[in-house]
Structures are given as C-alpha cells and as structure tokens.
C-alpha cells in the first residue's frame, strides 16, 4: 500500500466512508457501553485498525507534496503561453534541491517568479510578505531581462502592493531581508505603496488564471514558506 495512491485511498475510504462526518457520528453514536471484551469487534466493524491509520499517515505525507507538484505542473504548463518567437528557456526551478537557480524561470529575454495561490481577501499577511519578497528579488537583480510575476488574479497581489501597509511590518521579523533592504533604500520609503510607486515598473505582474482554470478556482496554498526570506532555493518548493 506504501505509495499506491489507489491503494491507500481505498483503504481510507473503509473506514471514512462518504461523509466523514457522518461516520465519526455513527461510531460516536454507537460507542456507548463499550468494554474491553467488545473492543476489538467494535474496532473491525469500524474499520478502524491499523491498516486504516497507516494509510492516513501516507495519505498526510503525500498530500505533503501536492503543492510542490502544483507548483512545478503549473509552471510547466504556463510555458507554451508565455514563451515568445526566439525565445529560449535556460532554467526553470520546479521543486526543492534546485540549488543555484534564484528565480523560478529564465529565459534569454526574461526572468519569472509564480505563485499559484487564490487570495482570500483578508489580511493575507504571510502571502502578502511572500509577494513583496518575490517582487523586491525581481527588482534588485541586475539585468536587462523582463522581469515578471505570473499569479492567479492581479486584483490582490496589486492591491497590496498599492496599498499602506507599513514595510516595518513586512520587514521587522526578517533581519536579513531589512539588511539588504535597508543598504538599498535606508529610510526613504514608509509604505509598499510609496516603494513599488517608484521601483514597481521594473516586474510586470501576469494573471496566469486563463491558463490554469483547474487551479483559479480552488484554494491553493502556497508551497514557499513564506516566513522565509532570502533563503537557499533548495528549502523552497520552487518554491512557494
């Protein structure tokens, strides 16, 4: 059963059944006067032994690497839209491990970061410092190349950006982000907005949602840690 998806489904189902919900409220249902002797039948009338727990345990630790397989399907099949006549790939960092690699795609002509996330509408603190950081790398990297993010929607990635929120706030809890940051600008920018009024020209900001329907409209959580700033490609899914 180890790593056979079917396999590990199937046996979860045994004890799930449709409705979660619904069989957690029939075993709590029926669980009354149990004892020591009734036990075990109880269990297998349930379906709840240990085949069952491990193949949750499988199923938490494939479910672990969906984002990362989102993440790299999802830039993979960006690729025939974005690639222009003459254009030419030199890199693209899918998944973690790819050390070396500083943003998620290079070509001859441009430089790329993605995020495959939906956002809520809420405060989305951590998705907005993973946004800042991705556009703030963008930035600062020399080159001539087009510099673009690619996201599900612009509407919030841009509405933050243009906003107020403080950049004390995004920066406070990242020292090594704030060093680089501060070395660049010192204390000439309060807010994202009066930062990216100035410098957000440079990254052209791409609704990826007509390529990628499956995923514009369902809740993806993004694969980086967004907490982590300015870290080795090989602890990023990219990766985020």
């Known amino acids: 059963m180890k790593g056979d998806p079917a396999s590990i489904a199937r046996t979860l189902a045994g004890f799930t059944g449709p409705k979660l919900t619904a069989t957690l409220a029939k075993v709590e249902g029926s669980i009354h006067g149990l004892t020591a002797g009734t036990c075990q039948a109880f269990l297998e009338e349930a379906k709840a032994g240990k085949q069952a727990l491990e193949a949750a345990a499988e199923m938490k630790r494939l479910a672990g690497q ?7 399907l999802g830039i993979l099949l960006c690729l025939p839209h974005i690639l222009e006549e003459g254009e030419t790939v030199e890199y ?20 790329a970061e993605f995020k495959f996330i939906n956002w809520q509408g809420g405060s989305e603190t951590i998705r907005q410092n993973s ?10 990297h020399r ?25 004390d706030s995004i920066l406070s809890r990242h020292a090594k982000l704030k060093r ?16 990216y009024a100035t410098h957000g020209s440079e990254v052209s900001v791409v609704d990826v949602s007509p390529w990628l329907s499956e995923l514009a409209e369902d ?22």
Request: aromatic share 12%; glycine share 8%; hydrophobic share 40%.
């Open 66 to 72: 969906i984002n990362v397989v989102i993440h790299a």
């Open 180 to 195: 680089v940051f501060d070395d660049l600008y010192g204390d000439k920018f309060k807010k994202v907005r009066d930062w």
């Open 131 to 140: 946004i800042f950081k991705d556009v703030f790398e963008l930035i600062r």
């Open 219 to 240: 809740l993806i959580v993004e694969p980086v840690d967004a907490g982590e700033f300015l870290t080795n490609r090989s602890a990023r899914p990219q990766v985020e």
């Open 92 to 111: 693209v960092s899918l998944g973690a491990g790819n050390t070396g690699r500083a943003f998620d795609l290079e070509t001859n002509k441009r430089i």
């Open 143 to 167: 080159s001539n190349k087009r510099k673009y993010l690619y996201v599900l929607g612009t509407h919030h990635p841009l509405k933050f950006l243009q906003g107020g929120r403080s950049l």
